[in-house]
Every structure is written in C-alpha cells, then in structure tokens.
C-alpha cells in the first residue's frame, strides 16, 4: 500500500473524514476559483501535482506574451509598450485642405461646363442655320423638278383618255340596213354619233399597241413624286420662317474661349494637387491604424499577461493550502497525529516503541520505514496498526497472523498486552494464528 493509500485509509477511519467534498467547499469559501475544483481533491497530493503543474504550464504562457522571466512583483505591474511611430515621420496634410481643393476643383468644373454649354449652343444654331439655310436654297430646284412632273402627268393622262377612247370604239360595224357605223359596246352595237366619228377621224394616229396599263403605272408615280415635292416645299416654308427669325450666326466670345483655357489649367493642377494630398492622407491614416493595432495589441498582451499572473498565484496559492503544511492538508495531519494517539498504547511492551506513521514516510518503527525493518519489527507494526483500525471503526475484533515470527521470550509480553485489552473490554476477540513446534502452554497466570 503506498504512503498516499494510507494516508486515505486512515482518513476514512478518522471521526472527522476530510473528504473532497469538505476540500472543495473550504476552497470555495476561501474564494478560489472553480477551476481549482476540478483538481483531484480526493487526492490532496495528485491534487498539489496538479496545482504545480497548472502554474508552470501558466507561467510558461506568461513568459511567452512577455518575453521575460517571470517575477510575482514585476507580473503585478508588467505592461506591453507599443511602438511609437515618430511624428516627424509621417507627413500630414493641414486640417480642411482637402475638403478645400474638393469644393475649388467642383465649382471650377462647373463654370467650365457652363461655359462650355454656351459654345456648345452657339455650335447647334450656327448649325442648325446652316441646314435650314441649305434646306432653303433647294427650294427653286424643287419647284422646277414640280413644274415638270405636273406637265409630264397632264400629257401622260391625256394620253391614256384618247388612247381608253379609240380601243373602245375599236371594233366598228355596218348597220345591214342603212350601213351607218355601230360600235360595240357593254356586248351591245350602239350607233355611232357624229361626235365619235368627228373624234376618231382626230385619232387617227394614236398607237393602239401601247399598253395602256404602263401609262396608268407612270401616272401613279407622278402623283406619288408631286405629293412628295409639295410636302417638302411646304418644309420649306417651315425652315424658311425659322431662319427668317434666327438667321444672325452666333459666336462665343473669345472671353469665353479663354475663361475655360484658364479653368482647364486650374482643374488639372487642383486635380494633382488634391490626389497628392490624398495620397498623404490614406498614408497617415494608414500609419495611425498601425498604431492603432500596435496600442491594441498591447493592451490585449498586457490584460493576457495578468491574467496568467492571477492563474499562477491561483495555483500557486492552490498549491500551498492543499500540501501538507497547508491550511487543508493540516486537517488530515491532524487525523494522523490522532491515529498515532491509538497506536501509543502498544508502547507499554518492551520493543514496541516508536511504531508511528508519518504524513510523508507512511508507517515508521524506530523512526524506519516499514521497508527496511526486519520481519520481526513488520510483524509489530502490523499488529499495532490491526488493534488501531479495529479501534477506531469500533469492530473490536482484529486478526493476528504469523505470530509464530516471535521467538518465545516476546510471545509473552504480546499475550499479556492482549488480556490487558480484554480486561479493559478494548477488545472482544483476537484471532491468533501461527505454525507451532509444540502445542503452546499457557501460563496459570499472566500476573
């Protein structure tokens, strides 16, 4: 069993039990925080191990931010130091001259655009004039090209009428009783009259193989071409009174001219000017925002570094209440002292003294670790521990075996300690168990 079981096992048979549940609620009374709870506080020495490890693993952490060794007086006012950028270095642009340069270059590109629309509109009329004007001096050619096409549509229907009139009366008849001409007409002979036969003789000429239907195809295309010219002479008319209103040309003075001359240079050199300033700026700001994360940056190392101060001296603190000759591990010191009280009334035999059990050692004879006593000695420590546990969980029973590893001179005092217990009634009953040579004899008395 190893120095902690015992430890444990000795806990258990104390009347006040230090069990986790007590070493948990000391430490939340003491104000620990509750990740020291999670520690194994069933085992206050795996529990110290823990702590320990915890404030390296913490310090570790705290050296890494810092990049310096840890010290509790230099962790408690330890603060990152963000670089400093040199003022002289950076280049700034004076307050509002942006914003300045933005409203200069606006109002200039405005007034060069309206004087420009002043160019612009004088260019439209000039132009404007110029079409009308050239719209206008195509007036007489129309008017000729009218004159011919109304001349050339008269004679063309004029010739399509004479020419409808003699195919009609083309086809002519005899009367069979007075041989006056007849001509047919709608699929009846009519009698021709001395207007038709005046009208033919005046026909005579007429050539009846033009066909007439090319005549009628000429003639609607006339129509079309003098429907056309009249609708733009009377365009004309239209453009000609425009003009007459607005034929004065118009010119941009050569103020004007100059005025955005002069605006274009200053747009141009507002234009550089500002994007130079601009420049600067995006740079400053630039600067600063590295300054900005630099200053954070800091201050995030510098709240992450105390917080692993805090941990270091939570463990650390943690640590020291839980060892030994801590607060809480004191408790269980006093459970062993109390236990060793129980084992003191073995020391009334000779040889049996100085059986104890140390809080660091485990059990001791003779100021000894159990491991290196003899067979002898380990057979007194045993027996001494049997009566102490059968005592304190009030069983009042206890077993001793081999107890055959006494030489005979100290089997007595062993069987006189024992009636001694009996006949305080600190014991019920002792199991004895050995390998004899003989059957033993008991004494008539132990007197």
Same mark, same amino acid.
């Given at each position: ?9 000795? @806990? ?12 948990? %609620? ?13 520690? *194994? ?35 408690? #006012? ?7 950028? =040199? ?15 933005? %409203?200069? &270059? ?13 160019? *612009? ?23 000729? %090209? ?5 001349? =050339?549509?008269?004679? @063309?229907?004029?010739? +399509? ?8 009366? #083309? ?19 009519? =009698? ?12 005579? #000429? ?7 239907? *090319?005549l009628r195809g000429r003639a609607n ?13 009377? @365009? ?81 603190s943690a640590a020291d209440i839980l ?7 004191? &408790? ?8 060793? *009280?129980?084992?003191?009334d073995t020391e009334i035999m000779d040889?049996?003294? $100085? +059986? ?5 050692? $485990?059990?001791?004879?003779? @100021? ?6 003899? =067979? ?72």
């Amino acid at each position: 069993m190893s120095v902690d079981d015992q430890r444990r096992a000795i @806990n258990d048979l104390m009347p006040m039990k230090i069990s986790d549940v007590v070493v948990a %609620q000391e430490l939340t009374n003491r104000g620990f925080d509750k990740a020291v709870l999670k520690l *194994d506080l069933s085992n206050l020495e795996h529990a110290v191990e823990q702590a320990k490890e915890f404030a390296k693993q913490s310090r570790a952490a705290w050296q890494t931010i810092t990049g310096e060794t840890y010290g509790s007086k230099k962790a408690e #006012n330890w603060q990152a130091v963000a670089p400093q950028l =040199e003022a002289a270095a950076i280049e700034t642009v004076p307050a509002g001259r942006i914003e300045h340069l933005q %409203q200069d &270059l606006e109002k200039a590109i405005s007034e060069k655009a309206q004087l420009q629309a002043q160019i *612009d509109s004088a260019a439209e009329h000039n132009r404007r004039t110029s079409q009308l004007q050239a719209k206008v001096q195509g007036a007489p050619a129309l008017n000729r %090209q009218l004159k011919q096409y109304e001349k =050339e549509l008269a004679e @063309n229907s004029e010739k +399509i009428a004479n020419l409808e009139f003699v195919l009609e009366h #083309n086809q002519q008849f005899a009367c069979p009783c007075c041989q006056n001409p007849l001509f047919l007409q709608n699929g009846e002979l009519v =009698e021709a009259t001395d207007e038709v036969i005046a009208k033919l003789a005046g026909h005579q #000429n007429i050539d009846t193989s033009v066909n007439v239907n *090319d005549l009628r195809g000429r003639a609607n295309y006339l129509n079309r071409e003098i429907g056309s010219i009249k609708a733009q002479l009377a @365009n004309l008319d239209e453009a000609k009174a425009e003009l007459d209103k607005n034929i004065a040309p118009r010119h941009a003075g050569q103020e004007v001219i100059d005025a955005i001359e002069r605006l274009a240079h200053h747009i141009i050199s507002t234009r550089t000017e500002l994007e130079r300033l601009q420049g600067i700026q995006r740079e400053a700001n630039t600067q600063q925002g590295k300054q900005q994360q630099a200053e954070a940056h800091a201050k995030q190392a510098t709240y992450n570094a105390m917080q692993y101060h805090k941990a270091i001296e939570m463990w650390t603190s943690a640590a020291d209440i839980l060892s030994p000759s801590g607060d809480i591990g004191k &408790l269980l010191s006093k459970s062993v002292n109390d236990f060793n *009280d129980v084992l003191s009334d073995t020391e009334i035999m000779d040889g049996w003294t $100085g +059986i104890k059990f140390d809080y660091d050692n $485990g059990l001791m004879f003779d @100021n000894r670790p159990y491991h290196l006593l003899s =067979e002898s000695e380990k057979w007194r420590v045993d027996t001494a521990v049997s009566y102490a546990f059968s005592k304190l969980s009030n069983w009042r029973i206890f077993a001793i075996d081999r107890f055959d590893v006494l030489d005979l001179p100290s089997r007595l005092p062993v069987m006189k300690w024992l009636h001694g217990l009996a006949e305080r009634q600190a014991v019920d009953t002792v199991i004895m168990a050995g390998t004899m040579k003989e059957q033993p004899k008991a004494p008539a008395t132990f007197s």
